[in-house]
């Protein structure tokens, strides 16, 4: 059992590290306890249960992703990752206080609420590949798919408290007050940051400012079929099945004709499945792409299960795989691209993942809310089932032949291998197909190939010891 821990927890052992965990977990609090607390304000407060509203909403917070997703990846190459992530977590805090202050003294109207989600979304689209590129100057190379996974646990322990949190927090003093509270949740993170050691930062490759940065990443992404399969799994996921905070509140209040509390628990369930999920990722070394076509496969299918759902003990049940399966994918994802792609350009194809899938939720949100509107909750739920599964099923086919995907059974887990060209070059030495676009870009090089296990590092200098200087914070 203490191996397992060990493995799974592995990248704790730098200080660096530890301190973004703590920054990234309350950050992600506060982020989650805003949201439920402004789809609350919405649905509740400034109107009577309007679904369109709350999809505009949401999609006027993801809107921004669009428009400044790329340039924020493109910062992300070449600025202080730090300081960016401070600038940005100051100001959100400072507008859930403006809007706290607005529910309080009863002034708020539904428009104000489209501006600050707007805003608001325009610091996470600058933030969001800071964020994640970020990670690689924390830890070893080797280290990065196991701390990938665990800043998604950090992420989704954040999910399993803040919508609970919030459901209590609005059912006992009221809306307003959760986003007065964030903005001192919200002094924990940038703290948290201020406090890393610089000497204990490990050195990434760092891209050049210079004009068409952003080209060059979209060039990059051109040439390699495997990403741009993966961006049209995730946008098609984005648009019209990640909107379970959404249609869990169609749920509750239209099917199930529950408050704010219940509403709150969903959030903890399905938090409970992607926190599993998380803790999985953890411990894989090499994410696969078979990986993400499944998860999304199955994200539907739980998806399927959440919209027939008899009753709201069932819907709470059903969250918990649900929230499973969209952290499978969207780790394995974001592993695969983080460890595939020059550390100078990192930062850029980021951006261009997360533009394709946060983005997909302004065009995905509306039509899901006038579903609900229209048709029914269930349905806003189900449109989302039917277009991963979908999905999943049109790449598995086109992967099958453009890969030459060959297929093989075993006794033990996983039972079923699925061998493309990127297993074929780690597994046996370099792939006798072509190695370059449509059939296998980007695994094909000496840089593809796993490195040195750090546990097996002896070097003193704490910028290459994984188990020395920066892992006992002194």
């Not at 509203?53 to 202080?80: C, R």
């Not at 979304?121 to 665990?150: H, K, M, W, Y």
Request: overall charge neutral; hydrophobic content about 50%.
């Amino acid at each position: 059992m203490s191996r397992l821990a060990s493995k799974t927890f592995y990248s704790l052992r730098f200080a660096n590290f530890r301190l973004w965990f703590v920054s990234n977990l309350f950050a992600a609090t506060a982020m989650w306890m805003q949201r439920v607390a402004q789809i609350w304000v919405v649905l509740v407060v400034l109107t009577d249960n309007d679904a369109f509203a709350v999809g505009m909403t949401t999609a006027l917070q993801f809107l921004p992703q669009l428009i400044f997703g790329f340039f924020g990846g493109a910062l992300a190459d070449w600025m202080d990752r730090r300081r960016m992530l401070q600038i940005t977590q100051c100001g959100v805090a400072l507008l859930g206080l403006i809007l706290g202050v607005l529910l309080l003294t009863g002034s708020a109207q539904l428009f104000e609420i489209y501006l600050i989600a707007f805003v608001t979304g325009i610091f996470d689209a600058l933030a969001i590949s800071q964020r994640q590129t970020f990670i690689a100057e924390l830890v070893p190379a080797d280290c990065l798919p196991n701390a990938v996974g665990l800043n998604s646990m950090a992420f989704n322990i954040a999910r399993l408290i803040g919508p609970a949190l919030a459901g209590v927090l609005i059912a006992v003093l009221g809306p307003g007050w959760v986003f007065v509270i964030n903005t001192a949740i919200f002094v924990i993170p940038v703290v948290t940051l201020a406090l890393m050691r610089r000497d204990y930062f490990f050195a990434v490759k760092r891209g050049e400012r210079r004009r068409g940065m952003i080209r060059e990443g979209f060039t990059y992404v051109q040439s390699r079929s495997d990403l741009k399969a993966i961006i049209f799994l995730i946008t098609l996921t984005g648009a019209f099945g990640f909107n379970l905070q959404m249609t869990q509140a169609f749920m509750a209040t239209d099917v199930y004709a529950r408050g704010p509390g219940e509403y709150g628990l969903l959030g903890t369930m399905l938090a409970i499945g992607s926190l599993s999920g998380a803790l999985l990722a953890a411990r894989r070394t090499h994410p696969r792409f078979a990986m993400v076509i499944s998860g999304v496969f199955f994200f539907g299918l739980a998806e399927a299960l959440l919209a027939l759902c008899p009753n709201y003990g069932a819907f709470a049940v059903m969250s918990i795989p649900a929230g499973f399966f969209m952290i499978t994918l969207l780790t394995a994802a974001n592993a695969l691209i983080q460890t595939s792609t020059p550390e100078s350009l990192r930062g850029r194809v980021l951006s261009i993942y997360f533009v394709f899938n946060l983005g997909a939720t302004p065009i995905g949100s509306p039509l899901v809310g006038w579903v609900g509107e229209n048709f029914g909750a269930r349905w806003s739920i189900g449109l989302g089932a039917l277009a991963c599964m979908g999905a999943a099923m049109a790449v598995f086919i086109w992967a099958l032949f453009a890969w030459q995907l060959r297929f093989s059974w075993q006794r033990q887990w996983p039972f079923l291998l699925m061998e493309g060209p990127r297993e074929r070059h780690y597994d046996c030495g370099p792939s006798p197909l072509h190695t370059v676009y449509p059939v296998d870009p980007g695994y094909c090089g000496p840089e593809s190939e796993p490195t040195e296990d750090p546990r097996e590092n002896s070097s003193d200098n704490p910028s290459e010891n994984p188990s020395d200087g920066p892992s006992d914070g002194r």
